[in-house]
């Protein structure tokens, strides 16, 4: 996640492909396809704002080891699929509306 004051890079956003999910991705155009907020719990208890730039990506290679393995999940699935199961309103908002430029 990024916040949405930085600009990422092709770079950056393929190693949070990388890191995250194992995916190594091809990165489209720098600009966000779309953003949305939430609410985040961190481990104290306090809730923190958090705005998210959502990037379409490609995925060309996926692997099983990855940093973040055992603590993040990865289904693949259609927007629509996916727009039913999450649960902020934006980013179900987004998903429903969402067209692959490929």
Do not use: H
């Not at 809730?47 to 990037?55: E, L």
């Not at 980013?91 to 692959?100: D, G, I, Q, Y």
């Amino acid at each position: 996640m990024l916040d949405a004051g930085n600009e990422p890079t092709n770079r950056t956003i393929s190693n949070i492909s990388l890191m995250q999910f194992g995916n190594e991705p091809e990165v489209g155009p720098k600009t966000a396809t779309g953003r949305y907020t939430y609410l985040k719990l961190l481990d104290d208890g306090d809730v923190a704002p958090c705005i998210v730039d959502i990037f379409e990506i490609e995925v060309l290679k996926t692997s099983d080891k990855f940093n973040e393995r055992g603590e993040r999940r990865l289904d693949w699935m259609s927007p629509d699929e996916a727009a039913r199961r999450v649960r902020e309103i934006e980013l179900k908002s987004f998903l429903v509306e969402f067209k692959p430029s490929k």
